[in-house]
Nanobody
């Protein structure tokens, strides 16, 4: 059973920074990529950033230049450093792991950007 556990969410003021972590445990067959998605109230879940097992990254246009994704393949861990946060970044952030068997999701961590 693969489990993803996110941490690092919380309340931050506009312009501030926050870091998220996600650790995967369990038996994982051929990990392809890990990433972060988010879902704001009343909106659909959307991609934030992904990183493949060879280190290639992809970002949503809305976070380019502000967010940085990184990973530790040996520990099946992915991080998201979020800088210059905006109110519109408020959402529940979900970690996703894509493997040859199936995709796995974490339960999410809430990020609130507010003064």
């Amino acid at each position: 059973q693969v489990q993803l556990v996110e941490s690092g969410g919380g309340l931050v003021q506009p312009g501030g920074s926050l870091g998220l972590s996600c650790a995967a445990s369990g038996r994982i067959f051929r990990l392809y990529a890990m990433g972060w998605y988010r879902q704001a109230p009343g909106k659909q879940r959307e991609l934030v950033a992904t990183i493949t097992n060879d280190g290639s990254t992809n970002y949503a246009d809305s976070v380019k230049g502000r967010f940085t994704i990184s990973g530790d393949n040996a520990k099946n861990t992915v991080f998201l450093q979020m800088n210059s946060l905006k109110r519109e970044d408020t959402a529940v952030y979900y970690c996703k792991l894509a493997s040859s068997a199936m995709d796995y999701w974490g339960k999410g961590t809430l990020v609130t950007v507010s003064s």
